[in-house]
């Protein structure tokens, strides 16, 4: 057997002399450091948003005292309501005068005046009213400062109450004040009206609906508050009591935009089913 190969001893590998250890020696001089800067985050182009429709504003209509204003409303009732439609075929078409209306200052007066009165008695107190204004051309001037200029006696003698009185003096104190004025009344929509009229001492709501029916002609005004047309629109649909306001609102919206007509045509039909059924009474005595 041949004997076991001798295991070689590792070579020795010699110490490193001082040069070297010079040469090989690493430096530790500080270095600049140069920070850089946050990077900019990449621009996102922001779309804007969905333009919002604006809503739509219900179309300002002429005055029902327009030419074709009436025969345009009536066409419009009559096809959005067949229940409405033969009461227009039965009654005459309204008329509301083309030759400008009263002032609003005197048109206001005199719905005061007329408040809670017969209308033979409202006429004649009316009339009493106006002897008292000065005149100019066979006119009397219904102006702020001819009614401030009465006193509340003078009112008194013509059978107009000391609260009404009142209620006129308030009226020519604010547009005598310019809180008021025609032209501002005129340029004004519902709400604005309501608003600013129902301030007035004694001007409700149902004063302001008369005035813009009868003396600024809006077409499209419904007077949830009177009476009469609740009592119409009860007597039209067959309703079995009288409509509250937004029930009156709900049913009378196909009349829209002409709902002061249609308001107009309640007024009628009442006043057509009382002559009938006095004359009813009439025949039953006879």
């Not at 009559?78 to 609003?104: G, H, K, M």
């Not at 006193?151 to 009226?171: E, F, M, P, W």
């Not at 600013?196 to 002609?217: N, Y």
């Not at 089913?273 to 006095?278: D, E, F, N, R, V």
Request: net charge positive; aromatic share 6%.
């Amino acid at each position: 057997m041949g004997r076991p190969a001798r295991s070689r001893s590792p070579a020795t590998v010699p110490p490193p002399s001082a040069t070297e250890l010079r040469s090989t020696k690493i430096s530790f001089r500080s270095r600049k450091i140069v920070k850089a800067p946050p990077a900019k985050p990449l621009a996102t182009t922001t779309a804007p948003p969905p333009a919002v429709a604006a809503p739509l504003l219900p179309p300002v209509l002429p005055a029902l005292s327009s030419s074709g204003e009436v025969a345009a409303a009536l066409r419009h009732l009559q096809a959005a309501d067949p229940l409405l439609a033969a009461v227009i075929a039965s009654t005459e078409a309204p008329t509301f005068a083309a030759s400008p209306s009263l002032p609003a200052f005197h048109s206001l007066a005199r719905s005061i005046l007329y408040q809670q009165l017969a209308t033979s008695a409202a006429d004649a107190i009316y009339a009493r009213f106006l002897a008292l204004l000065p005149t100019a051309s066979a006119a009397a001037v219904v102006t702020p400062a001819a009614v401030l200029a009465l006193a509340a006696g003078d009112l008194r003698t013509i059978g107009v109450s000391g609260r009404k009185a009142s209620y006129l003096h308030d009226l020519a104190t604010r547009f005598a004040a310019e809180e008021l004025s025609d032209s501002a009344v005129a340029a004004m929509d519902e709400p604005a009206l309501l608003a600013e009229l129902t301030k007035v001492k004694g001007v409700g709501e149902w004063t302001v609906h008369m005035f813009m029916i009868f003396s600024l002609h809006r077409p499209d005004v419904l007077p949830c508050g009177d009476l009469g047309v609740r009592k119409g629109v009860q007597e039209l649909y067959k309703l079995k009591a009288l409509p509250k306001p937004e029930e009156m609102a709900a049913l009378c919206e196909r009349w829209r935009p002409y709902r002061s007509v249609g308001a107009w045509y309640m007024w009628r039909l009442m006043e057509s089913k009382g002559a009938a059924t006095k004359k009813k009474k009439g025949n039953v005595s006879s």
